[in-house]
C-alpha cells in the first residue's frame, strides 16, 4: 500500500525540476469504497498519496474521493474507471462524477498558512531558549487556534473530516489526531489504514 499522504508539503515544493514532477504527490484519498491500485504502487487505502502521472485504478462499484491538495479541488471517481494525475496535477482519463472545491483547503491556501505558522513557532523558541511561561502561552495558541477555525462542522462529509485529521496530524497535537482517527475508525471498522492511525 502507498504510504500516508505528506502531501501537506506540496505547495512549498512547487518549484520542483520537471525530472521530480511525475514522482510528487498531487493528490490524497480521503475515502475510498471498494478496491483501488495504483501503477507501481499497489493497493490504496485512505490518506494515501497519488504521484503525478500514475494510473490508478478503481474496481467495479468503487468509490474514490481524491483531494488536489495544491488548489482543494475533490475528485468523485465512480468505478470500473482509470484516472491519472498530469505532472501539472490536472485529472486525465475517467470524467468525475463530481467535482468540487473543499472549503476547508481554501484553495490550496491552507496548509501553506499552518506551515508558515508552524515555522513562526520554531523559529521564535529558538530565538528565545528558554522561552518564558508567559511567551510559551502567546505563541502557541496561534497554530491551535488557526486549526481549530478550520474543525469541520458537526456532520460535515466523511472526507472532510478525514482531510482535517491530517492536518492536525501534521501541524496539531498527537493526542488530538488520534482522537479525530479514533472516530474515523468506528465510522469503518474494517479499515485498516484508519485502525492504525487511531492506535499510533
Known amino acids: 500500500m502507498i ?8 505547495p512549498l515544493l512547487a518549484v520542483a525540476a ?13 475515502d475510498l469504497a471498494g478496491t483501488a491500485t495504483v501503477e507501481g504502487g499497489g493497493a490504496l487505502g485512505i490518506t494515501a498519496e497519488i504521484p503525478a502521472q500514475r494510473t490508478v485504478a478503481l474496481g467495479p462499484g468503487g468509490r ?4 488536489r491538495m495544491a488548489t482543494g479541488e475533490q475528485f468523485v471517481f ?13 485529472p486525465e482519463g475517467a470524467r468525475p462524477a463530481e467535482t468540487k472545491d473543499l472549503p476547508l483547503l481554501q484553495r490550496g491556501r491552507t496548509p501553506v498558512r499552518l506551515m508558515h505558522l508552524a515555522q513562526a513557532g520554531m523559529v521564535m523558541r529558538e530565538k528565545q531558549m528558554p ?3 508567559r511567551e510559551l ?16 462542522k458537526a456532520g460535515a462529509p466523511f472526507e472532510e473530516r478525514v482531510v482535517y485529521a491530517a492536518l492536525v496530524a ?6 488530538q489526531a488520534r482522537s479525530l482517527w479514533e472516530a474515523l475508525a468506528r465510522e469503518r471498522p474494517g479499515d485498516a489504514v484508519l485502525k492504525a492511525l487511531a492506535e499510533r
Open 78 to 90: 465512480v468505478g470500473p474507471c482509470k484516472v491519472r494525475f498530469s505532472a501539472q496535477g490536472q
Open 137 to 152: 502561552r502567546e505563541e502557541e495558541p496561534s497554530l491551535g487556534a488557526e486549526l481549530e477555525q478550520l474543525r469541520p
Open 170 to 175: 501534521r501541524f496539531g497535537l498527537p493526542g
Open 18 to 30: 520537471a525530472s521530480l514532477q511525475a514522482q510528487a504527490a498531487v493528490a490524497m484519498v480521503a
Open 64 to 67: 474514490l474521493v481524491l483531494i
Open 131 to 133: 522561552p518564558s511561561g
Open 3 to 10: 504510504r500516508p499522504s505528506s502531501w501537506f508539503l506540496a
